[in-house]
Structures are given as structure tokens and as C-alpha cells.
């Protein structure tokens, strides 16, 4: 009987374990990964070019420790938001169309990013779509913002399944 009860015992303990412990600590290391990337990332978006009802930029994210790809989600708020420009998320994404520049003008791929973090942890998005850019690597994208409305873009990097917001700018 005392077999039993210290074997359900250390099942008990190994359930526990899996379901808190490890991944309170991958969320961690990763946050920490993301952390080291941010703050050596710089995000650099030229002025736009009117191209029909659009406008086009063109962007890049230096980032001379990371050789993979960002995603990019790029959304539209009011200007009189950008004060708390930090906070803000894409309520309306529109239709932006991204580019890979020196790739015969490639599409990005589309990504679809699950719970996008902030580096305070801080969960900001649930699903939402991106954009699959390299890293040191030039692009360019579309958008047409509505009147009054400044264009914002989120730079994104996954570890493992989570993704955290390492960067943003905006235009407008």
C-alpha cells in the first residue's frame, strides 16, 4: 500500500512538473532570447511613395545577430492614438501587401502568428497574420490608410511557439 501512495505520489509531482514548471521556463528562456534580439534589431521605413490609392515604403530590419526571418504585421490606427503608440493593436489590418525586394519582387509569405507577447510579457494579440521577411534583407509594402491615419508596423520573432513584439515604428 505504501508503494501505491508514494508512486501516485510521484506521478502527482511529474504532472505538476510538465504542466507548470517546464513551460513557465520556455516561456522564460524564450522572452530572454527575444530580449537579446530586440536590442540589437533597428528598424529603419523610408518615406511612402503614392502608388494609386496606396502607398508604398520601403523597409528593413537590421538585426547583424540574426540571420532568419521577422514577421511583420503592419495595421492602421488614427494619429491622435499614437501617444500611446506602445500599447495599441490592430483592431482592422486592411490589406497590406509586403514585397521581398531583389527576389524579382517576391510576395512575402503570409504567417499566421498565435498570441504575440510584448517584452513585459505582456500578451498584446491573439491570432493575427503577418509577414515573412528576412532579416538584413530589404522589402517593401502597401497600404492605403484611411484619411488621418498613421500606419503602424510591428517586427515580430518566433522562438519555438512564441512570439514576441521586438520592435515597432510608425509612419504618418
Known sequence: M???????LGIALFAITETILVPEYSFAAALQDSKT???VTSVT??????????LVYLAYIY????KGNFSVVIFCVPQTQLQSLALLTPSIQGNPTVFLIGQSDTPAKQTTLNNVYDLNSRQLTGTITGFAVPANTPFQFAVAPPSGDAVVMWVIYTVGSYNFRVAYTFEG
Not at 521605413?45 to 496606396?54: A, E, L
Open 45 to 54: 521605413v523610408g518615406p511612402p511613395i503614392q502608388s494609386g490609392n496606396n
Open 63 to 66: 538585426s547583424p545577430e540574426y
Open 2 to 8: 505504501l508503494v501505491v501512495i508514494v508512486l501516485a
Open 37 to 39: 534580439i530586440a536590442s
